[in-house]
C-alpha cells in the first residue's frame, strides 16, 4: 500500500475535489416569447483549462483527437443506467437538458462523490474520473461537451474505458 502523499508525487491523476458543478441561469423570456438559458459561463483562463491536454495519454493515441465536441443523449427512462467508465484523455461538461439523474464519481485514489443532476446544474468531469449516471424520471436529456473528436467508425479515436480497467488501475494506487 502507498501512502496518498507519495502516489499524487509519482502520477497526477484527478481527483473528486476537481469535480466542479455549474449553476445554470435563467431561464428568461426572449423578445420570441420562447425560454433563454445559461447552461455555463466560463472565463477565458477556464476554458483555456479545459482545453488542455496530458501529453503522456496523447502519447498512447496513435491519431490527434483534440477538439471540441457536442452531443446529448436524449429521451432516457427512468431508472436507466449508462456510463460505468473513464476517459484518459476526455474532459467532459455534462449538462441535464430534461429530467433529472443520478451521478456516481470516483477518482483512482478511491474518492467518491453522489451528485444529483436537474437542469438547474451542469458538472464538469476531468480524466481518469469514473462515472456512472441513473435516470430518476423519464424522458430524461443530457448535452455533453468533450474536448475530443470521435470517430465512430474509427476505435483508435475512442477514449472511454471501462470500468474493469479503472478498477485495474485503482489497485495500483491503493492508498492507506
Do not use: C
Not at 101 to 127: A, R
Amino acid at each position: 500500500m502507498k501512502d496518498k502523499e507519495s502516489v499524487n508525487s509519482k502520477n497526477k491523476f484527478s481527483t473528486i475535489e476537481e469535480i466542479v458543478v455549474f449553476q445554470q441561469k435563467g431561464p428568461w423570456k426572449t423578445k420570441s416569447n420562447a425560454e433563454l438559458r445559461v447552461l455555463f459561463a466560463l472565463s477565458n483562463q477556464d476554458v483555456l483549462k479545459y482545453l488542455q491536454y496530458n501529453q503522456n495519454e496523447l502519447d498512447k493515441i496513435p491519431l490527434d483527437i483534440r477538439g471540441i465536441r457536442a452531443y446529448s443523449v436524449t429521451n432516457l427512462k427512468k431508472e436507466s443506467e449508462g456510463g460505468r467508465e473513464f476517459h484518459k484523455v476526455r474532459k467532459e461538461l455534462f449538462f441535464l437538458l430534461a429530467g433529472s439523474v443520478k451521478l456516481t464519481l470516483e477518482d483512482i485514489y478511491g474518492g467518491t462523490k453522489n451528485l444529483i443532476l436537474d437542469s438547474q446544474k451542469g458538472i464538469y468531469i476531468p480524466p481518469f474520473i469514473l462515472h456512472t449516471y441513473k435516470t430518476l424520471e423519464d424522458n430524461s436529456n443530457f448535452l455533453v461537451l468533450a474536448n475530443t473528436l470521435f470517430d465512430v467508425d474509427n476505435p483508435r479515436t475512442h477514449d472511454t474505458f471501462s470500468e474493469r480497467i479503472f478498477k485495474e488501475i485503482q489497485r495500483q494506487y491503493q492508498v492507506s
